[in-house]
């Protein structure tokens, strides 16, 4: 029989940005009643960063299992392309007059928020116990 996969931080920090985005999309779609740009970009930022942490963390998992020597080198140059794309995401956003780049920042900072909020809590419950 097998056994159940455990929920890491990591997934449950993915399947808490999705919830919080639609509930702060809902919002912004109520407040901002215009042609919806800050609703796109929020959208974008927010996807553009589960893509980008996901490849992150799934990549880190596999090098860390093949070769442990290379993951320095493997952290480094994950970190340099994601804030590399991040850059580009947002620059694009810049110029193209149907994205606000500030809420393309927010949507990209969600992920980081809700890990912050997560592991806070779960070092609090292990404090508990």
């Given at each position: ?39 796109k970009s929020l959208i974008i930022g927010a996807v553009t960063s ?37 850059a580009l995401v947002i620059l694009l956003a810049t110029f193209l ?33």
């Open positions: 029989m097998k056994k159940k996969r455990e929920w890491t931080l990591f997934d449950k920090a993915l399947l808490g940005v999705i919830p919080f985005t639609l509930l702060l999309a809902i919002v912004l779609l109520f407040v901002t009643k215009n042609e919806n740009s800050e609703l589960l893509v980008l942490n996901f490849w992150h963390i799934k990549l880190t998992f596999n090098v860390t299992e093949k070769n442990v020597e290379k993951l320095k080198l493997f952290t480094i140059l994950s970190y340099v392309i994601r804030y590399a794309i991040y007059s149907d994205f606000n780049p500030m809420y393309i920042i927010f949507g990209i900072c969600e992920y980081p928020l809700i890990m912050v909020i997560l592991s806070l809590t779960s070092l609090k419950g292990e404090q508990n116990a």
